[in-house]
């Protein structure tokens, strides 16, 4: 039986966003630490679901490589942002973030597509849709703490932060 391979352009931008979501995991687990830090538990919480999320992420890449034959290559996982000096540079460092996920993933699917490499191509479609989801919450956070600017909105808006960017996202 022959092993099934991954075209080598494809291997590499797969393993290199595969780290990146693992890296961004980390991320999150930090910023979720800074907001518990911060008595903000609500984005604590969201943002463990989220760090939860990359982990997802980066396992469903690995699978894809471990079901066609390839052995996974894990980098060393960066140290993260740790220190903010508010929930606003929190919301701009989650929206780039995902910024960068979506330049990843593009760089993974266009290295499919060159390659033409259907499997990974309609991996990377699911990555796609999913990405433009995760701007969204995203881009909407950094409003909301935009616009959370009076005495004692924070607060509300840490209580609110779940059901306001759709936490329950039971279509993943």
């Known amino acids: ?14 393993n290199r966003q595969a780290n990146h979501e693992f890296a961004a995991a980390h991320g999150y687990t930090a910023i979720a ?11 604590a919480a969201f943002f463990r679901r989220q760090a ?3 982990r997802e992420h980066a396992d469903k890449m690995v699978s894809h490589l471990l079901d066609r034959g390839m052995t996974p290559e894990f980098a060393a996982v960066p140290a993260p942002r740790q220190d903010f000096a508010s929930l606003l ?8 973030k995902e910024q960068a996920n979506t330049r990843g993933i593009h760089a993974v699917y266009e290295a499919a597509l060159a390659a033409k490499d259907y499997p990974a191509q309609v991996l990377m ?3 796609i ?19 959370s600017s009076c005495a004692g909105s924070l607060a509300s808006l840490d209580r609110h932060v779940s059901s306001l960017l759709g936490a329950d996202k039971s279509g993943d």
């Open 1 to 14: 039986m022959n092993k099934p391979s991954i075209p080598a352009a494809v291997l590499t931008e797969l």
């Open 33 to 43: 630490a800074w907001c518990e830090a911060e008595a903000l538990p609500g984005c």
């Open 52 to 54: 939860a999320e990359e």
């Open 89 to 96: 540079e929190v919301a701009q460092e989650a929206l780039a």
């Open 125 to 127: 479609h699911w990555f």
């Open 129 to 147: 849709n999913e990405q433009v989801e995760e701007e969204k919450w995203a881009n909407d956070l950094v409003t909301l703490v935009r616009n």
